[in-house]
């Protein structure tokens, strides 16, 4: 039976009525009606419906509501609102600066990976602000691109890596 459940996501706080045994990105993106998250291929191995919860990157196709509790999700769109809270900007911007540089290497390009690769790139940066290549390929293990647009996929990362202020 469905219930009100209260979620944190992107910075603020949602009412939700999904049962808790829905998994998240249906409430994400049916509920919610966000696109960030995408369905991909449903077993958590190809990354397309990443999200953030407290800044680890969690495969939201497999994860119950229940399971999220008190913990702050971050979507696709909310990764700029959350750059503004961590660098304690007064206004929030357009873009990241690792959104601004997947643009700038035309990096993107059916869409099917972007999610996931913005969600685990974001967390990295957060957590490395200045990953070798290696650790860059390493992090994105586990993100299925369809296209093979891998090689500007890291250009970007390590440009954003390299951005004034840093990534994130």
Not at 131 to 142: F, H, K, M, Y
């Amino acid at each position: 039976m469905a219930e009100s459940t209260t979620l944190r996501l992107n910075g603020s706080v949602v009412s939700v009525t999904s049962t808790p045994d829905t998994p998240l990105l249906y409430v994400l993106t049916d509920e919610l009606q966000l696109q960030g998250p995408r369905f991909g291929c449903g077993l958590a191995q190809c990354g397309a419906c990443s999200v953030l919860v407290d800044g680890r990157e969690l495969r939201s196709c497999v994860t119950p509501l229940a399971a999220i509790g008190a913990g702050a999700v971050t979507t696709l769109e909310g990764l700029p609102a959350l750059l503004a809270e961590r660098r304690q900007l007064a206004q929030v911007p357009e873009f990241t600066p690792l959104q601004q540089a997947l643009i700038a290497v035309q990096a993107i390009q059916c869409g099917y990976c972007s999610n996931g690769m913005q969600i685990k790139a974001t967390e990295l940066l957060m957590q490395n602000p200045a990953p070798t290549e290696a650790v860059i390929r390493s992090a994105l293990d586990g993100h299925l691109c369809r296209c093979g647009t891998y090689p500007k996929i890291l250009e970007a990362i390590q440009r954003a890596a390299q951005a004034p202020g840093g990534a994130v």
